[in-house]
């Protein structure tokens, strides 16, 4: 089925489509664009936006999914963007701050020779058919007719792309291991290949309030009739992109806690909530989950160029699926990149456009803009705001250092490069979240502990963190949380990386484990013995940084998330965990058997700043 685009006619739905196209669009860049670069002559500029809203796109069985298809106003043929997520595409094009605002602006493409298409899957908002569960097969296959339909219509040049964030982005390695021919490269960003454990579970327990919050912010009764009129769409991108985002998106993001807690608190559509138990409750094991797995088993079957952007400062969501990806995919050596920014939480996400625009302009027009010359890998460090490149990730030439947390000579919790000078125990009292505790519970009894290394000279740890710790408790189980930080002369802190795990599912789960991550399999728990020591190997985020001297890293442990969290108005995607499951204490037992595990870089061997 096609549909001409001109400016006087009728679209496919008999809709005057003088009506889309009153207010023009207003598009934006907001957000980090380039990593570290600045890219040759695009392709095509100032080409404008033409909305073709409500387009109803034939997927199969009798039904049709929604569409907003964004075309550049000079006639012609060009290539075609596509953004596909469970959500409503309602709000998409006006940068209302929503958490479903991730497909990107549609005059950023349209205005350099791109058609931008946002679509919303079954059952959501306009589009027919029932919904199920999330990254179903149903998806997958929905979103590989609609790069083939694309690449039919008399606007596109046969080639389509794909861009999109978080969910967005998460749809794009499943497309592309069904190879469907149309699809000739993907730009994804803060994406998972492995939904079980990326998703649902952290650490081994159930991400309840991630879930919550997701469902009752995107998928209400009210969410899934939601229809706003593109006229009024347009309206509201001149409020929200207007030059004073920088200064009203920060007063919003200081009250991101609350908004979430509202949104936590309202009840999505029964299919959800019928989903929701399954996998906080019901879904504990692999095979019990009702979350599609993921394309971590088809990573041979992805061959096509893509770029995939990781964002740090997500510490428990959208962690590990990048550099799985960037490691497995079959892409050649040479047509996939790994970009690591900055850590940030931005809504909506508009951020890489450009990059991804310069990507597209390479791949697709054989644009000599740069591109070709940029290293596979590029990394911000965290404490000098510069880009570096490399070979691979991890960075060829780095060395595995081991840091051994201990209690000194002088009585102080320190962190130790020799082994043999490390020896004893610390503990601390695990309290389970929201349980009733004595006032100044805190007085008596620590609920972390906290060690230090003073760092002499500039120092650089880029790359996997992982932790190795001999651990008892005198429970059956309890909850182990591990993060690193950076602490300046003057005492202020800014979190690093952080990683979890359940001690009674603890056993490593090999044929899923990367170069980057250490997988646990958290199908067969077992129980602790109380006061018997095992040991627990998880891993942490990853987080580019440079140390200077005067400077400190600090290792933090303890078993409250609320206890060693960040959050959205620091630029963290963090959410509590509700654990630990029981009162215990526990116990860290030092040695050479204990120690965090990171990677140093030498700056003269690595490569040149990109």
Known sequence: ??????????????????????????GDTFGPQLAGWRPGPPVATGLGCRVYSNQMIPVGDGVAVAADVCTPKRAGRYPAV????????????????????????????????????????????????????????????????????????PWCDGNVVTFGTSYYGITQPQVAAKQPPALKAFFTIEMCTDYFRHIVMFGGTPQAAFLSLWMGGNFTDSQEKLQVPPVV??????????????????????????????????????AYKELYANLVVDGKTRESNDMPPGPYEEMDKIQ??????????????????????????????????????????????????????????????????????QPPVRYLTDGTDEYHGAAAFPIPGSNRVR?????????????????????????????????????????VTNQTVSYELPIEELTEFSGPVSANLRFSCNEIDSYLIARTGRVDPSGRYTLLSLGAISPARRRLDEARTTSTEIAIDVSDPEPLTPGEPVTLRFSLTPHPVIFKPGERL??????RSDLLRSDASHGHAQFDMQVPPYFSRNTLHHGPDTYIELHRVNRSAASERA
């Open 304 to 373: 096509v160029p893509f770029v995939v952007v990781q964002n740090p400062g997500h510490l428990n969501l959208h962690q590990f699926g990048a550099y799985d990806l960037f490691e497995n995919a079959a892409t050649p050596q040479d047509r996939k990149w790994l970009i690591i920014g900055p850590a940030e939480y931005d809504l909506p996400c508009m951020h890489w456009q450009l990059e991804a625009l310069a990507f597209f302009d390479h791949i697709l027009h054989g644009a000599e803009n740069g591109y070709a010359q």
């Open 1 to 26: 089925m096609m549909f001409r685009l001109d400016s006087t006619g009728p679209d496919m739905n008999g809709k005057a489509r003088f009506l889309d196209n009153v207010i023009p669009l207003r």
């Open 403 to 443: 840091l051994y947390p201990t209690v000194n000579s002088a009585n102080r919790q320190t962190l130790m490069t020799d082994p043999g000078a490390t020896d004893g125990v610390s503990n601390w009292a695990a309290a389970p979240i929201g349980a009733p505790v004595t006032p100044q519970f805190a007085d």
């Open 233 to 270: 769409r347009a309206a509201l991108s001149h409020v929200f992109n207007s030059r004073l985002k920088p200064v009203w998106w920060p007063q919003i993001q200081k009250r991101l806690a609350q908004i979430q807690n509202g949104f936590m608190k309202k009840p999505p559509t029964r």
């Open 554 to 559: 600090r290792l933090e442990i303890g078993s």
């Open 82 to 153: 596509v953004a596909f997520a469970a959500y409503s595409k309602e709000l998409q094009s006006s940068g209302a701050p929503t958490a479903t605002n991730e497909g990107g602006s549609p005059p950023i493409f349209t205005g350099r020779g791109y058609v931008h298409i946002i679509v919303s899957r079954r059952g959501m908002g306009r589009s027919q058919g029932t919904s199920t569960v999330y990254f179903s097969d149903q998806d997958v296959a929905d979103h590989a007719r609609i790069i083939e339909w694309a690449a039919e219509q």
